[in-house]
C-alpha cells in the first residue's frame, strides 16, 4: 500500500512489489492473480484500517469538534504521503468494477451530515447554516483534490490545499464556542498552511 501511495497503480509494478515485500514475483502471483487484484485487496484492507481508526478516534473524544480535528491529522497524515495519481487511480478502478455504487457514497455523506448536527446539539456549529449544502460544497471541493496539478499552481501542493478546504470548511460553520475550540485543538494552524486567512 505504500509503494501504490507513493507512485500509483501505473507506476507500481509486481516486480517493484515483490522486491520490497522480499519474495518471488511467482509467489507474488499466486496470492494476487494480477495487479489489480492486488490493488483492490490493499485499497480494502487500507480503508477497513482507516475506518477502524477513525471509529476509535470519535469514541476516545470528548466532543464532535476534536473528534474531526484528530480525524483531519489523521487523514492528513496520509494525505502527506499520497501521490495524487493513487487518487485518481482509486476512483478509475472503483468506477471500473462499479465498486463505490451511489448508495455508498450517499451513506458517508448522511454519516457526516449527522456527525455536525452532533455538533451543532453541542454548541460547536453555528444553528443559522445549512449544513446540507456545506456537505455537498465540502465534497466538491474534496473532489479537486484529484484535479490539484492541474487546477493550481505548481507551487501549491496537494496538503495545502486539502489543509485550506478543511480548516476554512470548519471555520465558516463554526460557532464562536466551536472556533474557540479549534483554535485550542490547532494552535498551530498557520504551520500547517500558511495560505489560509483566519
Known amino acids: 500500500m505504500t509503494a501504490l501511495m507513493k507512485n500509483g497503480l501505473k507506476a507500481t509494478t509486481m516486480d517493484s512489489v515483490a522486491a520490497n515485500l522480499q519474495m518471488s514475483k511467482r509467489t507474488l ?3 494476487f492473480g ?3 487484484d492486488l490493488f483492490l485487496e490493499a485499497t480494502i484492507f487500507f480503508h477497513k484500517k482507516m475506518r477502524e481508526r477513525l471509529s476509535i478516534i ?3 473524544s470528548q466532543n464532535v469538534m476534536e473528534a474531526i480535528i484528530q480525524c483531519f ?3 492528513r497524515d496520509v494525505m502527506s504521503k499520497l501521490n495524487p495519481e493513487f487518487i485518481r487511480d482509486i476512483e478509475e478502478y472503483a468506477n471500473k468494477q462499479h465498486l463505490l455504487p451511489d448508495s455508498h457514497n450517499q451513506r458517508i455523506h448522511q454519516n457526516f451530515y449527522e456527525i455536525l448536527q452532533k ?3 453541542e454548541g460547536y456549529f453555528r444553528q ?3 449544513l446540507k449544502v456545506q ?3 465540502l465534497a466538491l471541493q474534496m473532489e479537486a483534490l484529484k484535479r490539484t496539478e492541474e487546477l493550481f499552481p505548481s507551487d501549491i501542493s496537494l496538503l495545502e490545499v486539502y489543509d485550506n478546504v478543511i480548516i476554512g470548511f470548519l471555520r465558516a460553520i463554526s460557532s464562536e464556542k466551536g472556533l474557540k475550540e479549534l483554535d485550542h485543538l490547532l494552535p498551530s494552524v498557520s504551520s500547517l498552511s500558511h495560505n489560509l486567512e483566519n
Open 73 to 75: 491529522l489523521y487523514n
Open 135 to 137: 456537505c455537498r460544497m
Open 58 to 60: 470519535f469514541s476516545q
Open 29 to 31: 502471483y499466486e496470492i
Open 34 to 36: 494480477n495487479k489489480e
Open 119 to 121: 455538533g451543532v446539539t
Open 128 to 130: 443559522d447554516v445549512n
